[in-house]
């Protein structure tokens, strides 16, 4: 799991007691608070956000960040996110030699509840909360996606997309080793950035 704390700048979940904090689209909706982190298993990859529990930023608003990674071979990007309507962007991909690539990233509106673009549920809501008031019978969804690395050179760091439509929430690689053929590995504590 990479650690996103460092890069944390957006507040999609609120409480009764600080709505017009949450920023999870233009119109300042947010999720109501969860008591802790979201936490799925898709494919057998562990994903966990930050906190939702409404006291300051648990996403990342997409602004072009460069996040480094553990130098290896990794053949998917697994995440949490949502998108305000229908985003496809890119995810750019930093490798060791120097070569770059870029392979798409494809969300699901956090409203509608229908996935698009294949994605597995992660989170739905049957509240929204508006900078000034609770709406009961509409919801908020987040969705688990993932996104190939197609080259096989190692990976050294990744560039989100700039476009503040798009929320990640947690992500997770996964890939071969390069020893060992066919043995997969799957992010370990020491791994995280």
Known sequence: MLALEPFLNNQAATTQNNLSDGRLNVWRN???AQPG???RVVDGVPLRSARLDGNGPDNVLCAGQRI???E???DWLYLIGCGERRVRDVIT???SNGSVDRDHLALSDLWEGRSDHGEE???RTDIIHYPYHVQERIGITLWCQRVPITSRQPLSALSLPKNPAVHLFAMTLVGQSASAGSEELR?????QQ
């Open 30 to 32: 947010s999720l109501p």
């Open 37 to 39: 982190p979201l936490e």
């Open 68 to 70: 480094e990674v553990p």
């Open 72 to 74: 290896r071979r990794w």
């Open 93 to 95: 991909w930093h490798f």
């Open 121 to 123: 549920l992660a989170l």
């Open 187 to 191: 992010p370990t504590e020491g791994d």
